[in-house]
């Protein structure tokens, strides 16, 4: 089943429940469905990676408007970001803990053969691909600069 179809039984159930929190998730979600689907140079079916990182860009607009909100105090505006990030979160793969992501930078470290911090381009296009959908980039960045900076 597509995340298209996913998103549209969801939909049905959220609007039989009542449920307005789910409802506004998942419009958006089916917003960026229809987006992706009628952008240039696209197809009728979106790959499953394309589906991913554009759930992804959702969960990370959602997560900086909570840090923000959450600055502002905005208790109000920043409930609504977690109640939509939780539902987001549910067609995301599961992301890899921050122990794992370091043990797999580890290894691409070693792979590539960095040794400071100016590697870290190389690193990081490597750790991309390899961490795309798995790993949030924030995480991996933070964690690249920290392992780099140890070895210097």
Same mark, same amino acid.
């Given at each position: 089943?597509? *995340?298209?179809? $996913?998103?549209?039984?969801? @939909? $049905?159930? /959220?609007?039989?429940?009542?449920?307005?929190?789910? *409802? #506004?998730?998942?419009?958006?979600? $089916?917003? /960026?469905?229809?987006?992706?689907?009628?952008?240039?140079?696209?197809?009728?079916?979106? !790959?499953?990676?394309?589906?991913?990182?554009?759930?992804?860009?959702? /969960? $990370? &607009? #959602?997560?900086?408007?909570?840090?923000? =909100?959450?600055?502002?105090?905005?208790?109000?505006?920043?409930?609504?970001?977690?109640?939509? *990030?939780?539902?987001?979160?549910? =067609? @995301?793969? &599961?992301? +890899?803990?921050?122990?794992?992501?370091?043990?797999?930078?580890?290894?691409?470290?070693?792979? %590539?053969?960095?040794?400071?911090? /100016?590697? +870290?381009?190389? %690193?990081?296009?490597?750790?991309?691909? &390899?961490?795309?959908?798995?790993?949030?980039?924030?995480?991996?960045?933070?964690? %690249?600069?920290?392992? *780099? !900076?140890?070895?210097?």
């Amino acid at each position: 089943m597509s *995340l298209e179809q $996913k998103v549209m039984e969801d @939909l $049905k159930n /959220a609007m039989r429940a009542k449920d307005e929190a789910a *409802l #506004r998730t998942l419009r958006a979600i $089916k917003a /960026a469905i229809l987006i992706e689907k009628t952008s240039e140079g696209a197809s009728e079916n979106i !790959s499953e990676a394309t589906e991913t990182k554009m759930l992804q860009k959702l /969960a $990370k &607009q #959602r997560r900086d408007s909570l840090e923000i =909100f959450e600055k502002q105090n905005r208790e109000d505006l920043a409930k609504k970001e977690r109640e939509e *990030l939780a539902i987001i979160e549910k =067609f @995301l793969p &599961q992301q +890899m803990g921050a122990e794992e992501v370091k043990k797999e930078l580890q290894a691409i470290i070693a792979q %590539v053969g960095a040794t400071s911090p /100016a590697d +870290m381009g190389k %690193v990081m296009g490597v750790a991309t691909k &390899q961490l795309a959908g798995k790993a949030d980039g924030k995480l991996i960045s933070e964690t %690249v600069k920290q392992l *780099l !900076s140890q070895n210097a």
